[in-house]
């Protein structure tokens, strides 16, 4: 399949593409793997505009800051014993018509908007300073300006034991 089958904007096309709303729900996430056996959760045509929600798995970090009640319910959707091997929350899959294995497929992102206004960061003991900082693994908690596109530490603690 070459570039023009899949998109390429400099393509001549008649077809406005469609737009889709992909939200994360436990019936559309997967928590901490990849498998190509999973069935789509969204179907596209090539070209199609897509609007995905993304769920960060620290919201558990800050529950009362980074938690609304679709993501409570996302946490309490998914069972424990799927969340593995990894930590990520990933939506989809998603389905483009026409793609192949091993089809090179471009990805544009429009727009990103953060759900709610706190986010956080883990020191973790596969940090490069890990064992500098006292083998402690520790969550920052910061508050995003979205007026200056920053953020600001607002407290932090340490995890006790290992995070993962």
């Given at each position: 399949?070459?570039?023009?089958?899949?998109?390429?904007?400099?393509?001549?096309?008649?077809?406005?593409?469609?737009?889709?709303?992909?939200?994360?729900?436990?019936?559309?996430?997967?928590?901490?793997?990849?498998?190509?056996?999973?069935?789509?959760?969204?179907?596209?045509?090539?070209?199609?505009?897509?609007?995905?929600?993304?769920?960060?798995?620290?919201?558990?970090?800050?529950?009362?800051?980074?938690?609304?009640?679709?993501?409570?319910?996302?946490?309490?959707?998914?069972?424990?014993?799927?969340?593995?091997?990894?930590?990520?929350?990933?939506?989809?899959?998603?389905?483009?018509?026409?793609?192949?294995?091993?089809?090179?497929?471009?990805?544009?992102?429009?727009?990103?908007?953060?759900?709610?206004?706190?986010?956080?960061?883990?020191?973790?003991?596969?940090?490069?300073?890990?064992k500098e900082f006292g083998e402690k693994e520790r969550v920052t908690i910061y508050r995003l300006d979205r007026a200056s596109n920053?953020?600001?530490?607002?407290?932090?603690?340490?995890?006790?034991?290992?995070?993962?």
């Amino acid at each position: 399949m070459n570039i023009a089958a899949l998109g390429d904007p400099t393509a001549a096309t008649t077809a406005r593409p469609d737009f889709h709303i992909l939200r994360a729900t436990p019936k559309t996430v997967h928590w901490g793997y990849f498998d190509a056996a999973l069935a789509p959760a969204l179907k596209v045509k090539s070209g199609d505009i897509v609007r995905a929600e993304a769920i960060t798995h620290h919201a558990g970090d800050a529950p009362e800051l980074m938690m609304d009640a679709e993501v409570t319910a996302l946490y309490r959707g998914v069972p424990e014993s799927d969340r593995n091997p990894g930590v990520h929350i990933m939506t989809g899959p998603i389905w483009i018509e026409g793609a192949k294995a091993g089809d090179v497929l471009e990805v544009r992102y429009l727009a990103m908007t953060p759900r709610c206004d706190y986010g956080s960061n883990l020191a973790a003991n596969w940090g490069y300073l890990y064992k500098e900082f006292g083998e402690k693994e520790r969550v920052t908690i910061y508050r995003l300006d979205r007026a200056s596109n920053q953020a600001e530490a607002v407290f932090a603690y340490d995890f006790p034991g290992k995070y993962l």
